[in-house]
């Protein structure tokens, strides 16, 4: 069995399949009892397939990639809200979604993140309403009725004691943040706060109301409203968290939220936050989502990997458009191609610029071959030493 076991793994090892394909060939041998001889077969076979999958020299990946993404495309739905997955919030979904991402939009139209959380905080709902709190930004409404003395030229807060005791917010601590949000003098009585300005003024008075509807007691300014939900997931039941608004770095350092889990769909967020690994993952996630919610999954993941391959190769998230990626190409001609043609070439007059016509556009449009394909080959005739008829391929530079 130990001869067995050591030849599978020698003729699985001796194929030029990468380590992923390795571990499925190993866990599909295991699963049926097969021979050495069978498992060369198997192997092989998967060899085959493997490298007759891979891109041939001098494909032009880039052009198939825009086609296969583009396409598809055409088809997607132009609404720009969706219900992904919780009923309660409205996510930008379809083709909205997809130019936001490749546009590399500051912000997103409809920003939110899905919080996960850990240990007791996922399995308990008091516990998991503690983080809700802590980041959801409560407001003077959530807390009380606010009302105007016009008469006394005063501000009247009458706060509610449950929802006080709820949010783990004290009517002290509310005057406080008054005090210290308005600069006014504040009094505090039980669950009554009254303030009003320096000197009588209606205007003053409502000006003060209006302030007052902004200060943030607890959470997160950016947070407008959290969604809490029982989900299945592979560790088993919990409570997830889904939010309207993100400020993804302030949630990580909430106690209770899990940090490996927990994400946002503000790919710039990730990017100050974790790096530009992790953007990169976030804008093939997204895209990948996006299509898949409009039936459109068939798209091969490896398109949506080259494009956000080309937005981060810079270490920094480029937009694909005249204002990144288009617009800062070597070529004048491949520029001018894109937008602002007389623009660009003006520039390009007044720079004194080459164009080295290494591109595909730019030599579409001066009606040369491109260096794609066999237009990147040359024949070449062998001199006397390679004997009558001696030929070989070989690169153009």
Known sequence: ???????????????????????????????????AEEAGEIAAAVEERYLDTRVDPLDPVGTVSAQSIGEPGTQ????????????????????????????????PDTPMMTVHLDGEY??????????VWAIEATRILALGDVSTNVADMLVQIDLNEQTLEERMITPEEVAEIIEDSLGVDVVQSGTTVEFGPDQPSYRDLLQLVEELREIVFKGIDEVSRVVIRKEELDEGEEFVLYTEGSAFGDVLDIEGVDASRTTCNNIHEIHRNLGVEAARETIIEETMDTLEEQGLGNVNIRHLMLVADIMTTEGTIESIGRHGISGSKDSVLARAAFEVTVNHLLDAAVHGEIDDLNGVTENVIVGKPIKLGTGDVNLRMGGASGGAGGADDSRAD
């Open 76 to 107: 997607m739905t132009m609404n720009t809200f969706h219900y992904a997955g919780v009923a309660e919030i409205d996510v930008t979904q379809g083709l909205p979604r997809l130019i936001e991402l490749v546009d590399a939009r500051k912000t």
């Open 122 to 131: 996922a399995t308990d709902r008091e516990k998991a309403h503690e983080v």
């Open 1 to 35: 069995m130990t001869e067995i076991t050591s030849g599978i793994e020698s003729t699985v090892e001796g194929t030029d399949l990468p380590k992923r394909l390795k571990d499925e060939v190993y866990a599909t041998i295991e699963d049926r009892e097969v021979t």
